[in-house]
């Protein structure tokens, strides 16, 4: 709550929800994302502070994007393990497109 007080532009609120802060929502690029390359890898769904909600797992332990519960925070970015990133924040309103996510 100091946080909410303390901030000069009134940024935060008590009661904001994750739909109102979110600036983006995260891709993952299968074509070099490790799983999907049969390498175990789960740093991203470890940074994400909202994992098994906004990063979740197939079956086959593929991760995927689920996107209303993520907010496009980009600590998922920062964590994974191939250069480049095999992950990507997308902004709203951005005409950029990263590759598609074939859903589970
Ligand atoms: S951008 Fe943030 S909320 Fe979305 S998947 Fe990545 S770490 Fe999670
Ligand atoms: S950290 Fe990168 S390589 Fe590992 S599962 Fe996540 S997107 Fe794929």
Same mark, same amino acid.
């Given at each position: 709550? %100091?946080?909410?007080?303390?901030?000069?532009?009134?940024?935060?609120?008590?009661?904001?929800?994750?739909?109102?802060?979110?600036?983006?929502?995260?891709?993952?690029?299968?074509?070099?994302?490790?799983?999907?390359?049969?390498?175990?890898?789960?740093?991203?769904?470890?940074?994400?502070?909202?994992?098994?909600?906004?990063?979740? %797992?197939?079956?086959?332990?593929?991760?995927?994007?689920?996107?209303? %519960?993520?907010?496009?925070?980009?600590?998922?970015?920062?964590?994974?393990?191939?250069?480049?990133?095999?992950? %990507?924040?997308?902004?709203?309103?951005?005409?950029?497109?990263?590759?598609?996510?074939?859903?589970?």
């Amino acid at each position: 709550m %100091h946080c909410i007080d303390a901030c000069p532009t009134g940024a935060l609120r008590p009661g904001t929800t994750r739909r109102q802060v979110a600036i983006g929502v995260a891709r993952i690029d299968q074509r070099t994302c490790l799983p999907f390359q049969g390498v175990v890898c789960r740093a991203c769904w470890r940074a994400c502070p909202f994992s098994g909600e906004a990063i979740r %797992h197939d079956a086959l332990g593929r991760p995927y994007v689920d996107p209303p %519960h993520c907010v496009g925070c980009g600590l998922c970015v920062h964590a994974c393990l191939t250069e480049p990133p095999s992950i %990507h924040v997308e902004p709203f309103g951005s005409k950029r497109r990263f590759p598609r996510e074939t859903p589970p």
